[in-house]
C-alpha cells in the first residue's frame, strides 16, 4: 500500500472516529485474487483502518473466526452497527442465553447488507436483530437517499424470511446531532425512517422493537446520563433498551412467527 494512499485514508476517516495518537498496525494482503483464506489476522484492525477501508468494505473478515467457533446455532444474532457492536460488553447478561452480536462501528446499511448471509444466514439463527441506519443518516460511506436505505433494509428481511429466520426490526436511537458530522441535524429524519420500519413490521409481520420512544428527549436526542456523547448508550441505556429487546425476540420465536418467515 502506497503510503500516501494510506495517509490520505487516514485523514478522510478522522473526521467520523477519533484518532489514536500511535499509527495503525501494518497489514498487507494475504495475496492476490480470489483465495481460500483472503482474510489476515484481524487484530489492530478498525473500521478507519487503511486495510479496511481498501480490501473490505464490508469488514465480511472481522467475524470469520467467530463464526467458525461456534459450537451451535445462536438463538438470536444482533447485527448492526457501533451500538450493536457495543451492546455485547455493555450488556453480557443478553448475550449469555444463546445470542451473538455481529455488529461492526461506523457501518451502514449497504455494508451489513453485504455480509448479512455470512454473518446471519450461515449461523441458522432463529431470530435476527436488525438495527442500523444511524450512520446511513450521518453518510459515513457517501451520499445516500431514504429509498436507497429502505432496500437495503428489505433485502435483510427478505433473506431472513427466505431462510426461515423470524426479523426484529430495531428503531433507529434518537439522535440530534453527530459528534463527527455536527452540521446535521438528523432527528426528524430518524423519526420518519422508524415510522417507515414500523410500519414495514405491521405488513410484513415482523416484530418491531421501539427504542427510540423510550430513550428520547424532547429534542429528538439521547440525554447524557444513557448516552454522553449523544449517540453511544452506556450501560443505563442498554438498560433501558432491553426489556424492550426480550420482549421482541421472545415475539418473534412464537411458532407463528417462525412459520410465517419460513413462508
Known sequence: MKRG???ALLLWSAPTFAQTASPPVSVAPPGDGMLERPCPKQQGLSYSHPYVRQY???WECKYVEADKQLA???RVVFIGDSITENWVALAPALFAGGAVGRGISGQTSPQVLVRFYQDVVRLRPRVVHIMIGTNDLAGNTGPNSAEMYQN???AMVDIARANGIGVVLGSILPAAKFPWKPALSPARQVV???AWLRELARVRGL???DYHGALANAEGGLNPDVAPDGIHPNAKGYAIMEPITRAAIAEAEKP???RQAAR
Do not use: C, E, K, S
Open 152 to 154: 437495503h433494509v428489505m
Open 56 to 58: 473490505d468494505w464490508a
Open 192 to 194: 420518519a425512517l422508524n
Open 207 to 209: 416484530v418491531y422493537a
Open 72 to 74: 451451535a446455532p445462536p
Open 256 to 258: 407463528g412467527q417462525i
Open 5 to 7: 494512499f494510506a495517509a
